[in-house]
T-cell receptor, first 115, second 114 residues
Framework: DSGVTQTPKHLITATGQRVTLRCSPR?????VYWYQQSLDQGLQFLIQYYNGEERAKGNILERFSAQQFPDLHSELNLSSLELGDSALYFCASSVTGLAAIYEQYFGPGTRLTVT | GENVEQHPSTLSVQEGDSAVIKCTYSDSASNYFPWYKQELGKGPQLIIDIRSNVGEKKDQRIAVTLNKTAKHFSLHITETQPEDSAVYFCAASNSGAGSYQLTFGKGTKLSVIP
């Protein structure tokens, strides 16, 4: 158990809908990262937050957004869902992400199925 | 941006034999190289990592080597056991880029045959 929790574990929804994925980082970790895992694209970085502020953006669609709250949990919002958004979404956390690289620990993921 | 290539995509070994997975990266500024193990239905689990100031690191049956000149790094698993069967991912990161996002290889499915 990495200490990173994600809810829900599974999510099934229809095209055009909006969903919210939630992540709680390990105790003491200030950085949260979101990754998408699909069969064709592999594991891809979406976005990073550090202590409530957006730190970096990767291959994140404009239909997707995220935020990190004062208690450090993070939410990934996916809107106007398309079939191609079906994937595993992982959250990872690390102690910090400013002055040095620290290990990233992954949660169990949320499997999103868009029908 | 960074690009990480990983080989082979599948690997089958007999229990007790060694397994080697290789990765190359494109950005010479990358300085952190973790390896993750992913079992079916689970998230990636960090198993070992290496930083650019070190050439080799070992943890029991697992070792990682880094060749900065050639821009490649490898995972070595000795005395493989059935529970080593999983998908392994290499990744690279560059602390100087301001973010510590990981760029992953496509993964290697390791099967250890009893």
């Amino acid at each position: 158990d990495s200490g990173v929790t994600q809810t829900p574990k599974h999510l099934i929804t229809a095209t055009g809908q909006r969903v919210t994925l939630r992540c709680s980082p390990r105790s003491g970790d200030l950085s949260v990262y979101w990754y998408q895992q699909s069969l064709d694209q592999g594991l891809q970085f979406l976005i990073q937050y550090y202590n409530g502020e957006e730190r970096a953006k990767g291959n994140i669609l404009e239909r997707f957004s995220a935020q990190q709250f004062p208690d450090l949990h993070s939410e990934l919002n996916l809107s106007s869902l398309e079939l191609g958004d079906s994937a595993l979404y992982f959250c990872a956390s690390s102690v910090t992400g400013l002055a040095a690289i620290y290990e990233q620990y992954f949660g169990p993921g949320t499997r999103l199925t868009v029908t | 941006g960074e690009n990480v290539e990983q080989h082979p995509s599948t690997l089958s070994v007999q229990e007790g034999d060694s397994a080697v997975i290789k990765c190359t990266y494109s950005d010479s500024a990358s300085n952190y190289f973790p390896w993750y193990k992913q079992e079916l239905g689970k998230g990636p689990q960090l198993i070992i990592d290496i930083r650019s100031n070190v050439g080799e690191k070992k943890d029991q049956r697992i070792a990682v080597t880094l060749n900065k000149t050639a821009k490649h790094f490898s995972l070595h698993i000795t005395e493989t056991q059935p529970e080593d069967s999983a998908v392994y991912f290499c990744a690279a990161s560059n602390s100087g880029a301001g973010s510590y996002q990981l760029t992953f290889g496509k993964g290697t499915k390791l099967s250890v045959i009893p």
